[in-house]
């Protein structure tokens, strides 16, 4: 073994964020050695990543899946394992230092909290991990000794324009200003937005994503998300966070510090940058993304978020002053609702009736999160409940 390697688990490699982080990981074979893999449907894709990687071990949903896999692996090595507890034993095995947790959804939660408590470096592109998981999800990073370091490309910005010692950032920071590219819709009369079809909402102007994230930025979700993640992630209080919409996705993100000064990270939108910081910080090395022409940019614009045409933007703070586990409801509504209009059952409209709907039943009265038990019993009521707001819609 080369102390100098660092041995990395990817949960979700065959998506969007998956794939990116192993075409970096491919750029520096003296640097990376993929000890774990996992995929939830596409095999095809696992297995050509394990035959070029050769990871120890791959991590699969079903036995059934397993053995499809197991099949296309003809000769090479890696191990095939089943299930949601193999994902949290892969992320806290001890040959394992860096763990990518791109998963979508609240199901990468419980192997993102196993990471927390086995002290990895833990690099978090699924932010409804962090979402659902709240304070706990940081008290485990804590407890466990994990680094936690950003991947998504805002809070990776964010956390670019600070310093190393975290313990100076509140005395710092004034507030945070998140970008957002304002998505597919961003001109679009509010009146016209319940025509929208998927296809239409997954075509990003910008960033090419796995498709949940897509539709959560045509709605502007995925900001209402990403303004919970650097909640918690930078320990700031919901009023320091802001967002502005930036149509050329060039600017990341912004801080704005105590003496008006203001820092910001620039770069082309790829996400090989984010991934490339996570996985080399504090080190700077080769990510493969375009550099910045600025003879080629025209304008560095920004405008207002149009609460008509994004009202779910506003449910990220309503959400963060309501009781803890408010956060975790939110994004399991979200979950459903994102999966119903993907699969022609609602409107696109409909997803912010789902979202303010399940929010506004369940808010008032949650009982009290000492676990992370009880968040995913939370989730599944949120689902229940939104599911059962997507059958009257659908009706
Ligand atoms: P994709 O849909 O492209 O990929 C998701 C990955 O997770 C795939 O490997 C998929 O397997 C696997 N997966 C899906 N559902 C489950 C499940 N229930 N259990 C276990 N594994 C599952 O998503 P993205 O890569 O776009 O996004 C991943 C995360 O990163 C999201 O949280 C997103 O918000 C965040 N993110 C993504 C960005 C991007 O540019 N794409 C930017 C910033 C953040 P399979 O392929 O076999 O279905
Ligand atoms: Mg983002």
């Known amino acids: 073994m080369n102390p100098s390697v660092q041995r990395l688990v990817i949960l979700g490699s065959t998506g969007s964020v998956g794939t990116s982080t192993l075409d970096v990981v491919a750029r520096h074979p003296e640097r990376f050695e993929v000890v774990g893999l996992s995929a939830f449907q596409r095999m095809d894709a696992l297995a050509a990543q394990c035959r070029q990687f050769r990871p120890r071990v791959a991590v699969v949903p079903t036995e059934e899946r397993a053995a499809v896999l197991r ?233 207002p978020v149009d609460p008509l045409r994004f009202p779910g933007l506003q449910l990220a703070w309503e959400a963060l002053r309501a009781p803890a586990g408010s956060t975790a409801v939110l994004n399991a509504a979200n979950e459903e609702a994102v999966a119903a209009f993907l699969d022609r059952r609602i409107r696109f409209t409909d997803i912010h009736r789902v979202n303010a709907g399940t929010i506004e039943a369940l808010a008032p009265r949650l009982g009290p999160v000492t676990g992370i038990g009880d968040l995913l019993a939370l989730d599944e009521r949120a689902r229940t409940h939104a599911r059962g707001a997507i059958q009257g819609l659908a009706a």
């Open 71 to 303: 099949g296309l692996l003809d000769g090479v090595a890696t191990e095939v394992v089943v299930g949601a507890q193999a994902l949290c034993d892969m992320a806290a095995a001890s040959d394992v230092d860096s763990v990518m947790a791109a998963i979508v959804g609240a199901a990468g939660l419980p192997p993102c909290m196993a990471a927390a408590r086995a002290g990895k470096r833990l690099l978090l592109a699924n932010k409804e991990a962090l979402v659902v998981g709240a304070g706990l999800f940081m008290q485990a990073v804590e407890e466990g000794g994990a680094t936690l370091l950003p991947i998504d490309s805002e809070h990776s910005a964010i956390f670019q324009c600070l310093p190393e010692d975290r313990g100076t950032w509140a005395q710092r920071i004034d507030h945070i200003v998140l970008t957002a590219s304002g998505g597919p819709f961003r001109q679009r009369a509010p009146d016209s937005l319940h025509d929208i079809t998927p296809e239409q909402a997954v075509a990003h102007p910008n960033w090419v994503m796995g498709r949940k994230i897509s539709v959560d930025s045509a709605t502007m979700m995925n900001k209402a998300l990403e303004v919970i993640e650097a909640r918690w992630l930078f320990s700031l209080e919901p009023e320091r966070v802001q967002v502005v919409i930036h149509p050329q996705s060039i600017i990341h993100s912004m801080v704005v510090c105590r003496d008006a000064s203001v820092l910001a990270q620039l770069g082309t939108p790829d996400m090989r940058v984010p991934i490339t910081y996570g996985l080399s910080y504090p080190e700077r090395i080769e990510s493969g993304a375009p550099r910045l022409d600025f003879l080629q940019l025209s304008a560095l614009s920004f405008e």
